[in-house]
């Protein structure tokens, strides 16, 4: 008896040891610049995690790099992958005011090629840590940085050849612009596009007309309609006083964040 009652003890505490290993994740910020713009992201890690392990670069909201952008990159951590969460403003360059966020994500998505270099540097900082292995890539985004996200998968830029999946949540475009169709053929990976089937911020017709793009372009690609989600469904934060359309939703949160590991799963496992 005494033996057995020895071993389970031994036998929890190994279990708690692991447990506690696993969620040793540590943050860093990291400053890097995009011509004369000072930029800062945060890097996720599981410090107890040996070996390179896939890489997974956030796109933050239209608010800037928060957070809540900070807080997807550790979550992504306690998965076992690496995260950074780029900055697409400047450093420090975050606010909670509607106006002045519209004006900051204006200024950045009225110059497409300046706002793809400036993801990609993000990526750049990603792929080039000791930490990640940089043929395993994925970028997802929320709100604005889902758009964002399509367009660095788009870009043919340094790096994105090796993004294995691409995941904008609640992007309000995910097609590629009149006349710029072509991008989508660099698209390497799979796309997995989280939208609430109750977004507004969508326009109609923008589902229609990526999927027709996706077949084009022969990209494998699935559309996950979160049924009364309406935009921003996953920060807690969205409690609807900003807009009534703009607004959490804990199912479609967990769900779309399933989804979105699965694949993972799937394409990191090649």
């Given amino acids: 008896m005494r033996n057995t009652l020895r071993t389970l003890a031994i036998a929890l505490l190994t279990m708690v040891t692991a447990t506690t290993t ?49 807080s997807r990159a550790r979550r992504l951590a306690e998965l076992g992958y690496v995260a950074f969460a780029l900055d697409l403003y400047g450093k420090g360059k975050k606010t909670t005011a509607g106006d002045e966020a519209a004006a900051m994500a204006q200024g950045l998505m009225s110059d497409p090629a300046r706002m793809r270099e400036r993801a990609a540097l993000g990526l750049k900082q990603l792929a080039e840590n000791a930490r990640v292995d940089s043929t395993r890539l994925a970028v997802i985004g929320y709100c604005m940085g889902g758009t964002v996200a399509m367009e660095l998968a788009r870009s043919g830029l340094p790096n994105t050849q090796n993004l294995r999946a691409v995941v904008p949540f609640h992007a309000s475009a995910v097609a590629a612009k009149d006349g710029a169709e072509g991008d989508n053929k660099n698209i390497k990976g799979s796309v997995l596009v989280c939208h609430g089937a109750a977004d507004e911020f969508v326009k109609p017709g923008e589902l229609a007309k990526f999927e027709k793009q996706m077949s084009g372009a022969t990209v494998d690609y699935q559309v996950l309609s979160l049924g009364g989600a309406v935009h921003a469904f996953t920060n807690p934060k969205a409690d609807g006083s900003f807009s009534p359309m703009v607004k959490y939703d804990a199912k479609a949160d967990r769900r779309s964040w399933e989804a979105m590991k699965s694949l993972f799963v799937e394409v990191f496992s090649k």
Avoid: Q
Wanted: hydrophobic share 35%.
């Fill in 22 to 70: 696993r969620a040793a994740v540590k943050t860093e910020r990291i400053e890097y610049k995009h011509g004369d713009v000072v930029l800062e992201g945060v890097l996720a890690y599981d410090d107890a995690a040996t070996g390179k392990r896939p890489g997974v670069l956030v796109c933050h909201e239209w608010w800037g790099n928060n957070e809540y952008s900070e």
